[in-house]
Every structure is written in C-alpha cells, then in structure tokens.
C-alpha cells in the first residue's frame, strides 16, 4: 500500500471531534448505495416486463411472416417445403385469415378468425386454459381467446354464430354468410389486443367456407434475434414475389417504446447517483479544510501536488467503491429473492401475470457499478485539486 492510500484510509477513519465530516462520509456512501440499489432494481424490471412483453407475443404470433404480393399464395405446399429446407427455421405451416362479426344471443363483437391446421397449432397449447387443441379436430369447433369469451358470455361447449363478410358468392356478387361454432377450448396469450379479438379455426374449415387461398406462412425460428438473417435467406430462395417480415418489424413501435422507456429511467437514475456525488464532493472539501495542516506538513516534507491529489481522490473513491458495491450486492440479491419467493405479487386481471418479473444480469449489474464509481472518481477532482493549492508556509506560519 502506497503512502497516499495509507494516509486516504486513516482519514475515513474520524476522529471523535470531526464527527460530523464522519457522518457526511457515511450519508455521501448510502446515498450512493441507494442509487445503485433503485438503478439495478428498476433496470431488473423493465427488463422482465420487457421479456414477459416479447414471450407473449412470440407465443402466438409468427417470429416471421411470408406472404405473396398478389395476396394468396396459390402453391402453398411448395413454399412451405422450400421454407423449412432454410437452416435456421424450426417450422412453417400456412394459414388463412379473415375478418367477422360474433354473436351469442344479444352479444355481438368484431373478431378475427384464423385457419390453422391442428397438427401445426403445438406452440398454442401451453396457452389454451380450458379445453384443448386436439378439439379443433371435430368439424365446426373453433378455439376462442379469454377476453372474447368473456365479452361474448361462451363458455366450453356454447355454441355461436360468426357472420363472414363475404361468405358467399350471388349473382350480385359476395354476399355475406353466417356459419355457427361451438367452443372448443379458451386461450389467453396475456396481449389485451390479441385476447379481445382472436379465434382460431382448423384451416380446412376456413377454406370450406370462403373458398379462398392460403393468406401467408407462419414461420418459427430456431433463434428469434437471427430474424432477419433467416428472412434474407428465405426471400432470396423463394424469389422477388414473396415477401417476408419479421416479429421485430411488426413489433417496432411497441420495442421502440419499451426500449426508450428503458434508456429515460436510466439517465434518471444516473442523475439520482450523479447527486448523491455530489456528497462525496462537500465531504471532501471538509475534509481538505479540517487538514489543511496535515497538507501543509506533507508538502513541507516533499509531498508532490500529485500525491496530494491521490490522497483525497482514493479517499473519495473508496467512498464511491463502498456505495456501488453495497448497492450492486443489495440490488442483486432483490431481484434473486423477488425471482425466488415472489415477495411482490401483482393482479393477474391488470397484468395477466402474478408476480412481478424481475431480471437482471451480472454485465448490467458491472456496468452500473463501473458507471457509478467513475462518477465519484469525477467528483473527486475539484477537493483533491483544491488541497494542492494550499501554501504551507502560510498555513504554518503560527504553528
């Protein structure tokens, strides 16, 4: 240990009549300490909203989406094949969609309804509540989302009525057409927009009524950030005509937000730390002024401006040290208690989950620290630099 860092820890360490410099040390290390634990905390749970927000719409909806710019794509086998072929595709399978109005006795709600094959439908059944996929087997049996059902009064087993837009086809053109359905099963994908609007019909069903082609193929990815690598092969194979957009493309406004958000409560929370320095910066400069004589005493024994400078910037920094490591440990083990016990509950009807999620990795936890102790190493310049410019001869003139 250096002379200079021997001499900064003998200054934290106060004597009985420099209490209050004491005291203004230990309040600048916790509100440090408290900053870091509210960054690390806050950061745990935009970040596990964040996560919960992109599991539950890559749940239901495709990671990539292909469609024909004509509208239908009329070789459906062909292009699936060609899909699946692609190295970084777990799955592909066409589907159908279209617009209607449901009714159930004096009930009436504008829904939209997919045609999916039963057998491609896997990635669905860990969302399906009541009832079950295998239903959609049976001719006529549709699965509908929570907040529908709800909305429309159905229940397993009810029975409805759907009106098609253009269902069927007369002599004056597409007219409309009513079909009726029973519940097969109820699903809640935690997305308010998705779960206030969707059913879910077997694709032959679909096809049968409107007599159409396919609308699109869904797409799931093996790795869902390699999208856009994965989209860039597919067009390419596939040719000019089809064209392919990924979750991130048709989530952007919705990421954009969280992320931004994410970044705001940062900086917020960065000045909350930058403030708490700011104690570090009066302690300093007491501590200058109540050893202004020890100063003079250094530099009148050769001490170099440099040294003095060391001297009250370590003792600064294993302020700042102190702080950030008391709040990485305290805001880490937080989030590992919420993660585990599940302290914090929330309402499922508000938020569709439980619990509140938290998650928080050990690069997020360094880096806040990093940014936090070399704030307070930045506060320590103007004390350290004041000490330099004290005048021995002065200053032990009377002494």
């Not at 990671?63 to 086998?77: A, C, F, K, R």
């Amino acid at each position: 240990m250096t002379y200079e860092s021997s001499i900064a820890l003998r200054y934290l360490r106060s004597k009985r009549k420099e209490k209050f410099i004491s005291f203004t040390t230990w309040a600048a290390a916790v509100g440090i300490a408290i900053g870091v634990m509210a960054l690390i905390v806050v950061i745990a749970v935009m970040t596990g909203f964040q996560d919960e927000i992109r599991d539950r719409i890559l749940g239901v909806n495709p990671h990539m989406l292909i469609s024909d710019l004509s509208g239908e794509i009329v070789n459906p086998d062909q292009v699936v094949a060609a899909v699946k072929n692609t190295e970084g595709v777990a799955a592909a399978f066409p589907f159908i969609t279209f617009q209607g109005l449901a009714q159930s006795g004096r009930r009436v709600s504008g829904v939209v309804v997919k045609g999916v094959d039963p057998k491609d439908l896997s990635f669905l059944s860990h969302l399906v509540k009541q009832g079950s996929i295998d239903a959609l087997r049976e001719k006529g049996t549709i699965l509908v989302a929570k907040e529908l059902a709800r909305e429309l009064g159905v229940k397993i087993g009810d029975a409805f009525t759907i009106l098609v837009p253009f269902g069927g086809i007369s002599p004056m053109g597409a007219t409309p057409e009513t079909i009726r359905v029973r519940v097969g099963g109820i699903f809640q994908t935690g997305m308010y927009d998705i779960d206030s609007m969707l059913m879910v019909m077997p694709l032959a069903d679909v096809q049968a009524l409107l007599g159409s082609g396919i609308t699109g193929i869904e797409v799931k990815l093996k790795d869902v950030y390699a999208a856009d690598t994965v989209r860039t092969a597919v067009t390419q194979k596939l040719g000019l005509r089809y064209i392919g957009r990924t979750w991130i493309e048709m989530n952007r406004n919705l990421f954009s937000a969280l992320r931004l958000e994410k970044i705001a409560m940062f900086i917020i929370l960065v000045l909350i730390i930058l403030v708490a320095s700011f104690n570090i910066i009066s302690s300093l400069v007491m501590t200058v002024m109540e050893k202004k004589k020890d100063i003079a005493i250094l530099k009148a024994m050769g001490a170099k401006n440099r040294s003095i400078m060391k001297i009250f910037m370590a003792e600064g920094l294993a302020i700042g040290v102190f702080g950030a490591l008391a709040g990485s440990v305290i805001g880490y083990l937080m989030c590992v208690i919420q993660n585990w016990l599940h302290v914090i509950k929330l309402s499922e009807e508000v938020y569709t989950i439980n619990v509140l999620p938290m998650k928080i990795s050990v690069t997020d936890v360094l880096l806040i620290a990093s940014v936090t102790i070399v704030i307070c190493l930045v506060s320590t310049l103007y004390p350290s630099y004041k000490a330099t410019k004290i005048d021995p001869v002065e200053t032990l003139r009377y002494e």
